[in-house]
């Protein structure tokens, strides 16, 4: 992780203003963290020092059962935040959190404006609009895995983890995350690279029609 400083922290600050989410002077306390693919933007378990508010880039959530067992359970995209949940609550088990590309993320540090921020009530009325989508969104996802087929749901969750046109993820992961077989899962990437949607490369598939992918996608969308 680097944390950016003087030009290139104002350069962010200036384009990805968020001073008007708070009716206090909070880019006095904002710090610029500039991840890269792969790197832990919270580890599972620790608590968070900052309220990220990401500005470029994605993450993936990950949790650990008591069986030992890692899960993917959600995405992180821009406009969203990390750590929200442990800056609300004093108790509360931190997920990890990891980029799947390079990310940048406005960083507030907690322990010198936590109590000036939930005091805010310009803050707390975004905020809670904001919980109130991600509830939403997470009902949904379980619905969307009962009414669609895997040929959407896939296309939507390649699209989300995808950095550069490169799609990595392993396929024990997706199958997880989707609720579907193995042998289900390499039928549909077999279809998708059979129609030109994809191109294995080794252990990876480059994706080659990123509107047919978005098309299956889009249907999640418009239910």
Not at 9 to 24: C, G, N, P, T, V
Not at 135 to 153: H, V
Request: charged share 25%; glycine share 4%; net charge neutral.
């Amino acid at each position: 992780m680097e944390i950016l400083k003087n030009g290139k922290r104002q350069l962010y600050l200036d384009k990805y203003s968020i001073a008007h989410l708070f009716s206090f002077p909070i880019e006095e306390f904002i710090q610029v963290h500039e991840y890269k693919r792969d790197e832990w933007i919270i580890q599972e378990g620790m608590r968070p020092d900052f309220l990220f508010y990401v500005i470029e880039g994605k993450a993936k959530i990950y949790i650990t059962h008591h069986n030992g067992k890692v899960s993917l359970i959600n995405f992180v995209n821009t406009n969203d935040y990390i750590g929200e949940m442990e800056l609300l609550n004093e108790v509360y088990y931190t997920k990890g959190i990891q980029s799947s590309t390079k990310t940048i993320c406005f960083a507030i540090p907690i322990h010198r404006c936590r109590v000036q921020i939930l005091e805010d009530a310009t803050f707390l009325r975004e905020l809670t609009k904001f919980l109130s989508v991600k509830a939403t969104q997470m009902a949904t996802k379980y619905s969307q895995s009962l009414a669609f087929p895997l040929k959407n749901l896939l296309a939507d969750f390649i699209l989300q983890t995808a950095d550069e046109g490169v799609y990595k993820e392993k396929h024990v992961t997706v199958c997880d995350f989707l609720g579907v077989s193995y042998r289900h899962l390499l039928h549909v990437l077999a279809q998708f690279c059979d129609k030109g949607y994809l191109q294995k490369e080794g252990n990876r598939f480059c994706i080659k029609q990123y509107d047919r992918l978005y098309e299956l996608a889009e249907m999640l969308r418009n239910k």
